[in-house]
Nanobody, 114 residues
Framework: QVQFVETGGGSVQPGGSLRLSCTASGSALSQYTMAWYRRHPGGPYVLIARFSKVSNPYYHDSVLGRFTISRDNTKNTVDLQMNDLKIEDTAVYYC????????WGQGTQVIVSA
């Protein structure tokens, strides 16, 4: 069973940047259409970015222009570059397969506060 591991979270001031990374030991992420999700405190999983085989990557309106999804198959990672972070970006961030959903990992916490 694939086990996703998210890293790179932390505490940052508004306007700052973070780069999150996703990997899975023993499983090639290249076999999946990978995506990033987040959960605000008490809220549901929300899709914020994903790759597409037929178009440019999808981004939720709330992060469009600020976040960028990328992958490095040689390192078996899928990253999320997060720029111009806002208070409302505070959440736990998760990676997962979009079309073939796998069990959720533990996520990585992002806290944006002044």
């Amino acid at each position: 069973q694939v086990q996703f591991v998210e890293t790179g979270g932390g505490s940052v001031q508004p306007g700052g940047s973070l780069r999150l990374s996703c990997t899975a030991s023993g499983s090639a992420l290249s076999q999946y259409t990978m995506a990033w999700y987040r959960r605000h405190p008490g809220g549901p999983y929300v899709l914020i970015a994903r790759f597409s085989k037929v178009s440019n990557p999808y981004y939720h309106d709330s992060v469009l222009g600020r976040f960028t999804i990328s992958r490095d198959n040689t390192k078996n990672t899928v990253d999320l570059q997060m720029n111009d972070l806002k208070i409302e970006d505070t959440a736990v961030y998760y990676c997962n397969a979009f079309t073939l959903r796998q069990p959720w990992g533990q996520g990585t916490q992002v806290i944006v506060s002044a």
